[in-house]
């Protein structure tokens, strides 16, 4: 198995964690984006800063930036490292809260990971933060954007290659949204696939 690239599987087929002892240690970046949508209320309580539980923002920051220096916990065969920084930004639009993680080292593997979960945990953090006044979110789109460094070079992420991202655009409302329409169970049969 693992002579067709899966370099987490030994020769046997069993997991391992990938030697990065050879390496040289270089600066890595990574930077991953994800979306929390929610109805306009939420975000307006957001921005108002309004929510009950405190501020969704700041609170959601320092929940990413703690997850991104326990990512070797949470995730079996990532290698721990020494995290030189995280930032964790917000944007809030209408329907949604855009996250954003960037973490850089100076290791002999990437951060990809701790990006992805830096912004999977602040995600999460403002889901568990606006769940009481919006039970309708979805957190999607969590993609790695960028990544620097290392043997592989630069990655940038073609904004264009957001399959699926369209679904959700535009008011969220949960049951009527054109992704439940996509899964009606008795669709028009003269409709254009």
């Known amino acids: 198995m693992s002579d067709r690239g899966l370099t987490h599987l030994d020769p046997l087929g069993r997991a391992r964690m990938v ?6 240690a270089t600066h890595r970046r990574a930077i991953a984006r994800g979306r929390v949508y929610m109805k306009p209320e939420t975000t307006a309580l957001v921005a108002r800063g309004a929510v009950t539980k405190g501020d969704v923002l700041a609170v959601a920051r320092v929940a990413g930036i703690q997850s991104a220096k326990r990512t070797s916990d949470l995730i079996p065969l990532c290698h721990p490292l020494l995290v030189g920084s995280v930032y964790v930004n917000f944007r809030i639009e209408d329907h949604y809260i855009e996250v954003e993680a960037q973490v850089e080292t100076v290791d002999r593997t990437g951060v990809e990971m701790e990006a992805l979960t830096a912004c999977s945990v602040a995600a999460l953090t403002i889901y568990d933060m606006c769940k009481s006044s919006d ?6 789109e969590i993609a790695l954007w960028e990544k620097t460094g290392g043997r592989h070079g630069t990655y940038r992420r073609d904004p ?31 409709a254009v696939a």
């Open 135 to 140: 039970r309708d979110m979805v957190i999607s």
């Open 19 to 24: 030697d990065v002892t050879p390496k040289e």
């Open 160 to 190: 264009m290659a957001d399959v699926g991202a369209d679904v959700l655009e535009g008011p969220f409302t949960g049951g009527d949204s054109a992704f439940d329409a996509e899964f009606d169970e008795d669709p028009d049969p003269d």
